[in-house]
C-alpha cells in the first residue's frame, strides 16, 4: 500500500473551512504544505459561537485549557478535521485575544496562552484514499504551537509587503524545530496536567514561547503564548464547553 505523509497544518486567519491533520515524518522528507495564520472565533456573535462549539463537541477525544488556577476570559479558537470530518485538533484562548500586529498597533503589551489538543491517531487514510498518513506525535503539538505563535507575530519595523515572506521563512525554521524535539534548542519543563506532572518540550523566542508534550488521556499538548509565563501554568480536561463559548 502506498504511504503518504503530512504535517497537521496551522488553521488560517482568514479561512472558513477547517483543515486536515497530520503528522510529520522525519525521512523521507514530506511534501510541506503552507503554515497560514490560526484563527479565533468570537463568542460575542451567538451563531458564530454555536458553529464553533458543534466543531468542538464532534471531537472523540478530551479537550485541554489552562487548569482552574486561571481565572482569566476563555475564548474557542478553531478545529481541524480529516478528510471523512473526524475531527483531529483544535486550539482553547486564554487571557488577551491576540492579533498580528499585536503591541505593535495597540502600544499595549497582549497576555494570552494558546492550548493545542491533537488526538492520538496511531493511523489514518490519506485524503484521496490511495494511502495513508502517519501517527500523530508530540512533533505534531509542536509544529502547531510553533507555528501558532507565528501566525501573532509580528517583527518591529517590518514592512505589510515583507511579513508573508518573514512568515515563510519562520514557519520552515518551526516545522523543523518540531521535527527535533531532543535538539539543543529545546529544554524540558514539569507542568501539572490533570494534577500530574508532566514533561513538556518547551523554548522561548522574541516572540514568545511554546511547549509541546503527551498526557495520560491519549492526546498529544502544544501550547503557545505571550505576556503570561508558562512556569505558571497547569492542564486540564476541560469539563463545559460552554465556560469557552
Known amino acids: 500500500m502506498e504511504t503518504t505523509s503530512s504535517r497537521v497544518g496551522a488553521q488560517p486567519a482568514e479561512a472558513t473551512a477547517e483543515a486536515p491533520a497530520a503528522a510529520p515524518q522525519p525521512t523521507p522528507e514530506p511534501e510541506r504544505p503552507p503554515a497560514p495564520p490560526q484563527t479565533q472565533e468570537s463568542a460575542a456573535s451567538a451563531p458564530t459561537a454555536r458553529r464553533a462549539i458543534d466543531g468542538y463537541l464532534r471531537a472523540d477525544f478530551p479537550w485541554y485549557g489552562l487548569d482552574g488556577a486561571f481565572t482569566g476570559p476563555r475564548w474557542l479558537m478553531q478545529v481541524g478535521a480529516a478528510a471523512d470530518g473526524t475531527v483531529e485538533h483544535g486550539a482553547t484562548g486564554h487571557g488577551d485575544e491576540p492579533s498580528a500586529r499585536g503591541e505593535i498597533a495597540t502600544g499595549e503589551k497582549e497576555r494570552f496562552a494558546v492550548v493545542i489538543t491533537v488526538a492520538s491517531n496511531p493511523l489514518r487514510r490519506s485524503g484521496d484514499g490511495t494511502g495513508v498518513l502517519e501517527a500523530t506525535s508530540v512533533a505534531s503539538a509542536a509544529w502547531l504551537a510553533g507555528s501558532g505563535l507565528l501566525a501573532y507575530s509580528w517583527p518591529g519595523q517590518m514592512d505589510h509587503t515583507l511579513r508573508n515572506d518573514w512568515l515563510d521563512q519562520q514557519t520552515e525554521a518551526a516545522w523543523e524545530l518540531a521535527d527535533d524535539l531532543e535538539g539543543a534548542d529545546w529544554s524540558t519543563?514539569?507542568?501539572?496536567?490533570?494534577?500530574?506532572?508532566?514533561?513538556?518540550?518547551?523554548?522561548?523566542?522574541?516572540?514568545?514561547?511554546?511547549?509541546?508534550?503527551?498526557?495520560?488521556?491519549?492526546?498529544?499538548?502544544?501550547?503557545?503564548?505571550?505576556?503570561?509565563?508558562?512556569?505558571?501554568?497547569?492542564?486540564?480536561?476541560?469539563?463545559?464547553?460552554?465556560?469557552?463559548?
Open 189 to 245: 519543563l514539569s507542568l501539572p496536567v490533570d494534577g500530574e506532572p508532566t514533561t513538556f518540550h518547551y523554548r522561548e523566542s522574541e516572540f514568545g514561547w511554546v511547549l509541546a508534550g503527551s498526557t495520560r488521556a491519549g492526546v498529544h499538548l502544544g501550547a503557545y503564548g505571550r505576556g503570561m509565563s508558562a512556569y505558571g501554568l497547569g492542564f486540564s480536561a476541560i469539563a463545559d464547553l460552554g465556560t469557552y463559548a
